[in-house]
């Protein structure tokens, strides 16, 4: 399950009580559900303007301590545009946002989101995922990757095919992928639109997620569908299980 720590297009981030910490605790044990979060959606990272960096990057240590609090493993985050500066600037701001948090970092596990390629937006290639990891010195207990299926479709990797699959493996290291939105995506491969569909209702197919979720390790990894609510849901699950031999 994946939550937000608060409201997702605000920017305060309030600490969870108590009473929340000890419930959720509670909740958590009972139903056997692991919860991971995702960063509210204002926050940029990429930014060089410095008050928008601040406040994002003061936004991402609250997220970890709210993280912490909960045991909750892995934050999910976007890595932000950089709004024309420029992707060497925007690498570099995103970096020195890693920096400043690694002090508050606890047991959390940072994962950076591919995104879909929308203008100035980075992390779209497999590549810039690698280097913000290669240059951090978070490390492989405090870094790692969230991966987007319709995202990575819409960049341009067609994950129904192996070798599409092999080369994001090479180029990432499949073991620093921790967590997977699966999302079927509306537009074809490569329309850089990050719109999602509902899985086997969109250009990926169900034989897409069959390829992804046969391919090595994929399906015990964290999977999470961001897709459209409605009467499909159910049978979402279903076909995914199906595909995933389960
Ligand atoms: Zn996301
Ligand atoms: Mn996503
Ligand atoms: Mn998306």
């Not at 002090?103 to 596990?109: D, E, K, L, N, P």
């Amino acid at each position: 399950m994946q939550i937000f720590i608060s409201n997702p297009r605000g920017w305060e981030v309030k600490m969870p009580g108590k009473d929340v910490v000890s419930s959720f605790a509670r909740k958590a044990k009972k139903t056997g559900i692991l919860a991971v979060a995702h960063m509210p959606y204002l926050p940029n990272l990429a930014s060089a303007d410095k008050e928008t960096h601040g406040k994002s990057v003061s936004s991402l240590v609250k997220n970890i301590e709210a993280c912490n609090a909960l045991g909750i493993r892995y934050l999910i985050t976007h890595m932000g545009s950089h709004l024309g500066m420029g992707k060497e600037i925007g690498m570099k701001n995103i970096l020195d946002a890693m920096e400043e948090v690694s002090g508050s970092i606890g047991r959390v596990c940072i994962l950076l989101e591919n995104q879909a390629g929308h203008r100035n937006s980075i992390g779209a290639m497999v590549e810039d995922l690698r280097h913000i990891y290669e240059k951090s010195s978070l490390g492989e207990s405090h870094l790692g990757f969230c991966l987007d299926t319709c995202h990575l479709f819409a960049a341009g990797y067609d994950i129904s095919r192996a070798d599409v699959l092999e080369g994001i493996d090479k180029t990432l290291g499949l073991g620093k992928v921790h967590a997977l939105h699966l999302n079927d995506a509306m537009f074809p491969l490569g329309s850089g639109r990050d719109r999602h569909s509902n899985i086997g209702k969109g250009e990926i197919g169900i034989e897409g997620f069959r390829t992804l979720l046969n391919y090595d390790g994929i399906s015990s990894k964290v999977l999470i569908l961001e897709t459209p609510e409605g009467e499909w849901r159910k049978g979402e699950l279903e076909a995914l299980r199906k595909a995933a031999g389960r």
